[in-house]
Structures are given as structure tokens and as C-alpha cells.
């Protein structure tokens, strides 16, 4: 398959090319793809300006035109599937069944808000004062600005985009100069749809100063950012003047509990997926493995022969499970971590090794400290650090020692422990015997640091409306 790569800003639906470009690179081989456009100041503007003129027609859209359009970009999607995920491949490094997997689950939400597009309903309340009736109704926000990470190139634009044009919003999305190549495919994608001018423009240049147009601006009213935590604050921080409606998903610290009464196996396989998956590079992945300690040196014996398995490599091969790490400031950390852990009195008991390029192998660490900073920080690589428990309150305790609550999982088969567990793990999200959670018609999101707002399902559509009630008296 030949790529065919669009590399030019795209303004109230057309291409611009800027003087200076800058350099996208293959994190599997170190080489350049291809050079994308870079937004200064007057292309910042003329994207707020576009998207803020398109928001005042998009807003008296009917809901089926909107759900049309939709639909029209979901069967684009899925008609291009395999290009865009060479491109996710190709510019953030994931494995090509991954990448596949990806581009299904992103277009997943597209299809679902456009669905949701025709029942964003109101309702009529019932007055206390006489002859009078009550309206609510719910309004697009307005003009978003959005910001998304490149560990999901392809969903995480879909999980924002989509459900802010079902609402009515128009969009400025700004990627991550990382993975622009996935973001701008899917523009041309909506141009073929049929998008209106202005209804999403993508641009990308120095994220901080886009970050702070878009958090400032007037015209903007809706900010919605996946990434660091500490971005993160920053962004609320600045939409505070001009008081924006924000949604953010942050980072997690997912804590992946393993009960003595657990399915072994599944409880293995739960945690390749949720551990190894994009080389751990996912807000959602487990970050600590605690295992009850009866069953610890099973668990982890498994474990080990599971991980073995696993094939690092360039991810464009369809036999690779485990690609890159997006850039070598990413490696250095999954390799202080461990580094760190070891010096901590834990063991290296499987891989580990520092590899050529931008790969390291998939790791397990046994007997981790509470003290190691793989307890206390998202590692973002593919290293499973094995912490041993003995009680049930003392393993709540320690999942909830943290500032984050993004994802939590535990495997157990005593339903009451289950319904214990639920109550009291704070985390937005729970994994239950399963170390998947994520689809398109469940509220994705956090508690505590890890963010505040949800993407997707019901909830999603309503993180891009404003209700309104009219009284009205007869
Ligand atoms: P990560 O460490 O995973 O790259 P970041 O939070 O740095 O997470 O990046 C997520 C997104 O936020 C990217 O699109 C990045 O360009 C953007 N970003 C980084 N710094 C800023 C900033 N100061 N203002 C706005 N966006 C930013």
C-alpha cells in the first residue's frame, strides 16, 4: 500500500502551507516520514475565526444533518481503515493489529455520536408558579478548542471531535506534533464527508502558545484536552479568566489487584493486555500489579511465560507485539524506573534490557517497594512491577495511595468482595476480571488528578452542551 500523507494546516477547509515545517518521525526507525506545516499566529487566528463563523450556522443545524455528516465520515473511516492505521503505525509506533484495533474503536465513536446527534432531548418541568411552564433545552457549548496526546492518534481526536459536532460545537483541534499525520488524513476524511467550512480546523505548531490562544480567547468556550497532568492544570489555569467549560483526561496510576480466588489465567491475560498494549504507553495501563501472597509465585511464574511471548519490533510487521517507545525520553524514563526499583530491593525477574533504538523489552519486576517510584508514577512503558499483599483492606489502602483515579482493575470471583471493591476504589473507571474497559457507549474519565469530564456514552454528548430553561408564562 502506497501512503499518501497530507502535510498542510487545514483552515475553514482548505490546505494551507506555511514557510516553516517541521520534521515527523518514525519513533521505530528514527527516520523522517515527511514534514508538516507549522502554525503561527495568523494561522492560530484564522482557525479560531473559521471555527467561531461555522459555529453560528452549525448551531441551527438539525440533528439529523448532523448525524448525516457523521455517518458519512464513520463509513470513510472504516472505508480507509487499514491507510489510517498504517499512519498511526507509521507515526507513533504501535503495532499495525493495534493500529487496526484503534482506528475501529475511534471511528466506534463517530458512529455512536452520530447516533446520539437526534436524542440530545430536552424536557418540560413542571411550574410553581401559576400559569406559567418551564423549558429546558440543551444548546451547543460553542467553538471548542481541542488538544490531544499521541498515544492514540486516531480515538482520542474522534472521542472530542465527534460528539462536539453532534452537540452543534465547531472545532479548532490541535494533535500532538508527534502523530499530526492520523489528525490531518481525518481531515481530508470530513472534507469528503461533507463538513462545512470552519467545522473542524486542524493545526498544529508550538503547543504552547496554541494552548494559550485557545484557553484565552473569547470566541472559544469548551476546551477539552487529553494528555499530562500537569499540562493539564496548566490549561485550567489559563481557561480560568474567561471561564471556559474543560474537560480533561489526565494521567493514571492504575492499580491492577490480583485476589487469591481469581482465575489465574485470565487474570494473566487480563493484565498482557492491560500492561503491553501500545508498549504501556496508555493512561489506562496498569501501573501496579499487587498480588495476594498466596498465590504470588504462580501468578508471576505465568506471568513470565505470557511475557516471553511477546515480539518487540517495528510494529508496520504483523507478527510484532511490542513496538517503540515514542521518543528517547520516554525509554530513559521506563529505563529509570526500573533502574530505580532494583536499587530498591527489587528483583529483575524477566527482561529489562535496554535495546537498540527506541524499544525496551517488556519487564517484570517482583518483590517492588512501596517506596519505588514505579508505585508513585505512571511509567508509560512495558514494565509490570509486582508488588505482594496479604489482606484485603490493606491492598485498598495502597490502590488508593495516590493523587490519581483514572482506571483501577481487580480479578476476584467472591461477588461480595466485588461489591466491596467498587465502593471503595477511587477510580473512574473499574475493570472487573477484565483488563479491558474502554468502548464507545461507556463515560470515559477520571477522579482526582486524573481529570474531570467524560468522553463518550450519554455523559459524553453533555460535556459539549450548555441546558438552558425558558419560563413561560401564559
Ligand atoms: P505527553 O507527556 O504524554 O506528551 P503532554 O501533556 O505533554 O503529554 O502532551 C499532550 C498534548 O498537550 C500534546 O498535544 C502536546 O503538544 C500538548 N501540550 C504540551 N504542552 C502544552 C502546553 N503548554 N499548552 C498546551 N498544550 C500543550
Redesign the pocket.
Known sequence: MSDKFYTDLYINSKWIKTSKSFEVKNPATGEEITKVSFAGPNEIELAIQSASDAFKKWKYTTAKVRCEKLMNWFRLIMEHKDQLARIVTLECGKPIKEALGEVIYGASFVEWSAEQAKRIDGSIINSPLANTEINVSFEPAGVVGA?????FPMAMITRKIAPAIAAGCSVVL?????TPLTALYLAHLSELAGFPEGLINIIVGD??E???RLTTDPRIRKIT????T???K??LTQSAETLKKVSLELGGNAPFIVFADANIDEAVAGLIICKYRNAGQTCVCANRVYVEESIYDEFAAKLKTAVANLKVGNGINEDINIGPLINAAGKQKALNHIKDAVSKGATLYFGGKDMEGQFVEPTILTNVTDDAIVSKEET?GPVAPLFSFKTEDEVIRRANDTNFGLAAYFFTTDYKRIQRLKSAIESGMIGVNSGVISVENAPFGGVKESGTGREGGQLGIYDFVEAKYTMNKF
Not at 488538544?147 to 498515544?151: A, F, G, H, S, V
Not at 484536552?225 to 499530562?228: A, N, Q
Open positions: 488538544i490531544t496526546p499521541w498515544n490541535k494533535p500532538a506534533e508527534l503547543a504552547a496554541i494552548g494559550n484536552f487529553t494528555g499530562s500537569k499540562v493539564g496548566l490549561l508509560f
